[in-house]
């Protein structure tokens, strides 16, 4: 004979005047139903982006326990933050032999249909990420063949660029001698005319007498 289930049911609503009454009446009563024994109510008030969650924490240190056999929650968006985040969990409480339920949402791993169900999500948690990574990969092939350099930004010593422009030299010719782009060259050479030009400025408005350094 199956042993009787013991249950966590964790709430939650997003804001301090928001109210889990509805979330616990269905899930009680979803318990009562399936002749399960109720080991604890959870409930936070936070965002669902939020993971510094007291309640969900604690719920998930009393799984590791094996303090209960079922977690009962209302809607899936309850519980977790991505479907990454539904993957990762639920892969856990399969390791830890806990069920899973999301009342609202018809998923019941306590059940084979429910089972087939997280099969699905985890295809397509799957699909998910080889889309992301073929966006990333796409992009910086699109990026390489406009010129952009990736990482992080070019350190140019700006007199080294002044004195070989000075010298005559292209921007292409002294992106060759430094080892730098081109684009870098040229932002720097851009940066430092803004530098003079507002070095002049600032003359301009000196006192007799007055040194730039006073204002």
Not at 6 to 28: C, F, G, H, I, K
Not at 105 to 111: E, F, G, S
Not at 167 to 177: D, F
Request: proline letters at 1%; one cysteine or more; charged letters at 30%.
């Amino acid at each position: 004979m199956e042993k009787t289930k013991r249950v966590a049911v964790y709430l939650r609503v997003s804001t301090q005047d928001q109210s889990t009454d509805m979330q616990r009446d269905e899930l009680l009563q979803f318990v009562e139903n399936r002749g399960w024994i109720l080991f604890q109510v959870y409930a936070d008030k936070a965002t669902g982006t939020n993971g510094n969650r007291a309640d969900l924490k604690q719920l998930m240190q009393d799984a590791r326990l094996r303090r209960f056999d079922v977690v009962c929650v209302w809607k899936l968006d309850r519980f977790f933050r991505s479907l990454k985040d539904l993957l990762v969990t639920i892969s856990e409480f399969q390791d830890l032999g806990v069920e899973f339920v999301a009342l609202r949402d018809q998923i019941d791993l306590t059940t084979p249909v429910g089972r087939l169900t997280l099969q699905v999500l985890g295809c397509l948690g799957e699909f998910e990420a080889s889309l992301i990574k073929a966006r990333v990969v796409a992009g910086l092939a699109q990026a390489k063949k406009r010129g952009v350099r990736l990482g992080r930004p070019q350190v140019v010593d700006v007199s080294r660029v002044q004195k070989l422009k000075g010298e005559g030299y292209s921007l292409s010719q002294i992106a060759k001698i430094l080892n730098v782009s081109k684009t870098a060259v040229h932002n720097t050479l851009k940066k430092s005319k803004l530098q003079i030009v507002e070095k002049t400025e600032d003359e301009d408005l000196l006192l007799p007498g007055q040194k730039a350094s006073d204002l």
